[in-house]
């Protein structure tokens, strides 16, 4: 196993808000500052971590004048791009990402991560695929040596709505525990931006998680796994004391 270097540092105190709101906005900030400059095409991720990215991002271009077009990866990011007053693209514009700033739900040594508890992660991928750069914004409670260790509720995999129940079966049968993503505010499950529904699956520890990744995108119906292995170039996470530690994966 490949382990991370880590780093940490201490950055001047925002506003207090709640501890694991601080953690969060602290990360943000640091990633848009350390990686972000004029000319970027920047993958605006989903999530409420991202929300701080997006509000640094509109503080920037009118305090520096920065200049960059931005991608969204949800119709949430679409929003978010809007509020915040940043240049809209898309991919037919600009196919090449130069950064990508996203959340995750779980991060392991590798900054290999777990997407998807915002069932965004179809898009999220394809941003980040198409990205140079993928930076991770969390908080410390995201942090894990392996998947599945702090974030319980499974891996989520987008499944096109007519092979849910067969899916079901078979992700049994391969170890996991799927659980159909219901709606909070309505009768009946999430449909994702997509159209389709989530299986979230816990498959205990996740060991490899690339192997994994690879096994459940190759059965017919599923879009796409919360399974994000190898993508990331470093990782923020925001601390309790108001630091911010990073993590890189080792070459
Ligand atoms: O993958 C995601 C949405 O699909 C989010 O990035 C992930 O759920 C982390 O969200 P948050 O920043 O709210 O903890």
């Known amino acids: ?128 695929y198409n990205a140079k750069k993928f930076v991770i914004v969390a908080d410390y409670r995201k942090e894990s040596t392996f998947l599945g260790e702090q974030w319980l509720q499974g891996i989520p995999v987008e499944v096109v709505p007519l092979a849910y129940v067969p899916l079901t079966h078979k992700l049994r049968e391969l170890g996991g525990t799927p659980v159909l993503r219901m709606a909070k505010a309505k009768a009946g499950p999430v449909i994702t931006d997509n159209g389709n529904f989530i299986l979230d699956t816990h498959f205990g520890l996740v060991k490899e998680p690339a192997a994994l990744n690879q096994t459940l995108k190759l059965l017919p119906g599923v879009v796409e796994v919360g399974l994000f292995c190898h993508m990331a170039s470093k990782a923020f996470f925001g601390q309790a004391d108001g630091s911010v530690k990073t993590a890189v994966p080792q070459q």
């Open 1 to 128: 196993m490949r382990l991370s270097r880590h780093f940490t540092k201490s950055v001047a105190r925002l506003p207090a808000m709640s501890g694991v709101e601080d953690a969060k906005r602290l990360a943000a900030r640091a990633a848009v500052d350390e990686f972000v400059k004029s000319g970027d095409v920047v993958g605006i991720g989903s999530g409420s971590t991202v929300v701080y990215a997006a509000e640094r991002l509109g503080e920037r271009i009118k305090n520096e004048g920065l200049q960059i077009s931005c991608i969204p990866s949800s119709f949430q990011a679409s929003q978010l791009i809007a509020q915040h007053g940043l240049n809209l693209t898309n991919f037919d514009t600009h196919p090449v990402i130069d950064i990508a700033i996203d959340g995750a739900d779980e991060v392991d040594t590798q900054l290999n991560c777990i997407k998807g508890g915002g069932g965004c992660h179809l898009q999220e991928k394809i941003v980040i």
